[in-house]
Every structure is written in structure tokens, then in C-alpha cells.
């Protein structure tokens, strides 16, 4: 039997109660629907949604219905926890560093002016949103480390809850496509994992309950791996494959992204969580990015992963709620910069032509000539040549494979100070199958 959110929300106002959901407690609803916000008015023989178990956002500035926690209560978290958090004013970031976003709010649109889009972030005090790209009001949103986006938005009808929409965009054209997927989609955070190239993240899992589960922006389904302890409202993983999850009271978990073990490793005392937020992971500085947002601000943490403590980076000069939080990756300075990687097969062989052009610079541009390097070639993620080479020299060899298909092959060459940027290119090995005769006719002769 349905449960209508419209009785739910009047018996709690009855009773004078605060939802206190793993998630976050019901938000402010305000102007022209938003996805998660419009499941409060869900009512009929309709789908609904128990949205005191998701995350809310909201909507843009118009009259309102506050059944939130109060504001002053707010701001007194607020304070105990950049007192609890960390003792030093900001964070230390890699003044080279990209932190890119969806803002699905900011307290200056009107119903007229909202831009809902990727942007990059500002990382000081009163520093600039970077509008790179128009989107959706998204639910949540990965990066895969090239140039695509993969989204979900929640749809209605009217009042009604109507499932999950696809939204997956190409980063450098702002090209989309979009497709229905399943309504299991529905989730707080998700993250790419650059090992397996699987996405995973925090999805629900029944009246509020959640779970780890892998999403597949293919066909839009679900794969529930294991129940979680409670709502993940940030998600990372590391280029090593290593997942973390922030939770709605703000602790750390280390999470395997496969099984869906989670570890607790601390609380990191951030702000409080109300609406919306994300997370993402930089290998550069080794650290987690956070967002937050709440009545009384918003802004962007640094976590350590080893020990959860959180450190502010800056608040949002206009409250901006801000969810598919991704850090493309940055080498060090002088980690070697970029490799070229070409990889030919011969037509129906087994076997795979591939040649490497060591970088000549390291990543900061100063001269790498000569300097020794090693470098290492996976396909379709399985590590299949390693070796060394000097900066500006060229590598090249044959390999023998059982890889039949389009194979992806990724160079990384790395030295003392790190990894450079991935190189790479998608090749047919093997034999290929012919297709199905089309357009066939069949006709008696006499």
C-alpha cells in the first residue's frame, strides 16, 4: 500500500515533531518544484516517496513552510563544529587544484534567473562561481576523470513521483542524452571508481534504510552489494580504488567498493548536513572534498581520510547547495607530464602494436630530458606491460592478448614524485563477428 507523504507530513506538524531520518530532516519547501522537495506533496494512487529519507533540496526563494530544524539551533552547530573540526582558519589546498560541482541552489535565483549547471568552485572566501556547462536540478552526479558526466534527476508529474530520469553529459561539448532509468536509482551520492570503472555510490533501500550498490549508466539499473550502517550524504573514491562515505552526523567510513564493507574511521565534525551535498576525492593533496549546505550557510570542507578531520576551505557567498562534487586528477609538479600512447592491432591478430612517447616535461613545464621514468599499460584494466624509460625516449613493442572486442588501453608513466596523466586509446583486437544479414528476400523462380 502507498504510504502518502501528505499524512505523514501532516502528522508530524501534528504531533510538533522534527523528522530525524538518517538522511536529513525535511527542508523549507519553496518557488517551482525541485525533485526531492516535490515528494512531500505526493499524494492519490501515484508513486510517492518518503523524502524524510532522502536528502532535500530547495527550492528557489519564494513563501515558505519551515518545518526544519530552527535556525538559531543551526547556527549553533554551525559554530561547534568549525571549533571542533580543526584549529587552523582554512585548509591548504594545491592553490592548482579544480574542484567542479552541480549548483542545484543559490539564494539569489529567482524562478526567472536560475542556472542550474556545472561550475567550478571557488576555493577562498568570496571567490567566484565558473559556470562551465548547463544541467538539470540534479540529484547527484560523477565525473569518470575524461569528459563525462554521469547524472540522475527525479522526476514528477504534477504531484506525482515518476521515476528517475538518466542525464549523462560530455564535459567538452556540453553534449547530452537521457533515457529512464530504474527507480532503485534513487540515492544520496555516488562516485567513480577508476579501477574497476564502476560506478557506486549510496542508494536507498526501503523505508529508511540504504544501501552500496553499483549503478549502470548503460541501461539505468541497480546492483544492491550490501546494506549500509546509514545514508552515505558524501561519497569518494580514491585512484586507488579505496570508497569513503560521510554520513548525515557527519562521520567518515572507509568503504570497499566491491563488497560494500564499511569501517569507521572518525567523526569529522563538519557543519550541519540539511540539504544536499557531495563529496570526491583528491589524489593530489590526498584528502576528501566535501560540500554542505544548510539554512544558515554553506561552503566546502577538506577531510583528512586517515584521520576525519575536517578542515574549512570556504563558505558560499550566496548559500549555494552544490551536489556531483568531482577533483579531475592533478599530477605533482614534478611528476612527469603527459605521455602519448598508440596502440594498432593487425587485422584479425591476437596481438597488439603498442608504442609509448615518454614526456619530455614534467608536469610544471620544466625540462625532463633524459630523466628516468618507469611506465605501465593496462587493458580493459589489467595490467599487461611495465617498464623504464628515459623522458623523450620512445617505447615500443608487441604484446599477445586473449582480449577479443574493443579494448581500452591506459599508459600512466610515473617517477619519484608521482604519476602523470592517463594516456588513452580504444583498439579491435581479435576477429570481428559479422552482423545479421538485413533487407534479405526470398523468392521462388520457376
Partial sequence: MVKHLSLLLAGTLAAGALFQSQAAPLARFQGPRSPLAEATQAAGDGHSIDASRIAPMRRIPSASVDITTPVSNLAVANRRALRAATTASRANVSTSMDVFGVVVFDNTWTTSTAKYGVYKLPLTEGGSFTFQGATTNLLYATHDGDHTLYSAQAVYYGTWFAGIDVYIYNTEDWSSRTFYGDEAMLGLDIAYDPITEKIYGCISDGEEAFAWGSLNFNDGTVKKIASLPTGMRGVA????????????????????????????????????????????????????????????????????????????????????????VYVPFAPADKAPGDPSLTVTCPEGAQKADITIVMPSTLADGTDAQGQPMTYKVAANGTEVLTGSANGGETVTTTIDTELTGMVKFVATVSNEAGDSRDAKTNVYIGKAIPQAPANVLLSWAD
Fill in 237 to 324: 573514491i580514491s585512484k586507488t580504488g579505496q570508497g569513503y562515505g560521510i554520513t548525515t552526523s557527519g562521520d567518515l567510513y572507509k568503504i570497499n567498493v566491491t563488497t560494500g564493507a564499511a569501517e569507521l574511521v572518525g567523526a569529522t565534525g563538519m557543519p550541519a548536513l540539511q540539504y544536499m551535498s557531495s563529496a570526491a576525492f583528491d589524489d593530489k593533496d590526498n584528502c576528501i572534498i566535501m560540500t554542505y549546505a544548510n539554512d544558515v550557510e554553506s561552503g566546502m570542507y577538506q577531510i583528512d581520510p586517515a584521520t576525519a578531520q575536517a578542515t574549512l576551505i570556504t563558505k558560499f557567498a550566496n548559500n549555494q547547495e552544490v551536489v556531483g
